[in-house]
């Protein structure tokens, strides 16, 4: 079972380049976001969407854009890349169906020099 | 917006048991969540509390009190495999979840 994937695994970039993070699920979910992870502070949401054609903005937007063409996939972009990018980045996905959690990729560590 | 708290270390002897302890300030509650998460490794789900009260899932058990804005994980019969981190998650009336910053815990034989 493939669940979500993320694409790349790991990925180096210096300030100023632009980057896609590819972020795909197969379990027909309706809903999927973007967390970014930093030491001591947690998962903080970056964008979410409800749907296809439907996103919107989380905790910490700035510098980062999605789309959601189609229901499976939900790519993050980062337009100029910073140093304060530099972080682990998690893709999530669920059904929307009130009890259901949450189902992660394995995550994209991203560098920016 | 939601203001999560949780400790930041715990540490407990295999075999024991270990209670964690979430407190949230919430705009608006759609349930309470706790994740798993080793070292290296995405978040995975531990259990679900939208009601008052306790659910129970063979070693790992969750509470919640929407009154006072609180929930724990009880871990027993602590294992080696259960050092990790542990994260509270309030999911809000959009659907949103906001994490705390997580739980580090160390089991020691």
């Known amino acids: 079972n493939a669940g979500v994937t993320q694409t790349p695994k790991f990925q180096v970039l210096k300030t100023g380049q632009s980057m896609t993070l590819q972020c795909a699920q197969d379990?027909?979910?309706?809903?999927m976001s973007w967390y970014r992870q930093d030491p001591g502070m947690g998962l903080r949401l970056i964008h979410y969407?409800?749907?296809?054609?439907?996103?919107d903005q989380g905790e910490v937007p700035n510098g980062y854009n999605v789309s959601r063409s189609t229901t499976e996939d939900f790519p993050l972009r980062l337009l100029s890349a910073a140093p304060s990018q530099t972080s682990v980045y998690f893709c999530?996905?669920?059904?929307?169906?009130?009890?259901?959690?949450?189902?992660f990729g394995d995550g994209t560590r991203l560098s920016i020099l | 917006g939601q203001n999560i708290d949780q400790p930041t270390e715990m540490t407990a002897t295999e075999g024991a048991i270990v209670q964690i302890n979430c407190t949230y300030q919430t705009s608006g509650f759609n349930g309470l969540f706790w994740y798993q998460q080793h070292a290296g490794e995405a978040p995975t789900f531990l259990s679900y509390?939208?009601?008052?009260g306790l659910e129970e899932k063979g070693r790992f058990s969750s509470f919640l009190s929407r009154s006072k804005g609180y929930s724990y994980l009880l871990l027993k019969e602590l294992q080696m495999k259960d050092s990790a981190s542990y994260l509270c998650a309030v999911r809000d009336r959009d659907y949103k979840l906001s994490f705390g910053a997580g739980t580090t815990v160390t089991v020691r034989a």
């Open positions: 999530a996905s669920s059904s929307g169906t009130e009890h259901q959690p949450q189902h």
């Open positions: 509390n939208v009601l008052d």
């Open positions: 969407s409800v749907g296809a054609g439907i996103t």
């Open positions: 379990m027909n979910h309706e809903y």
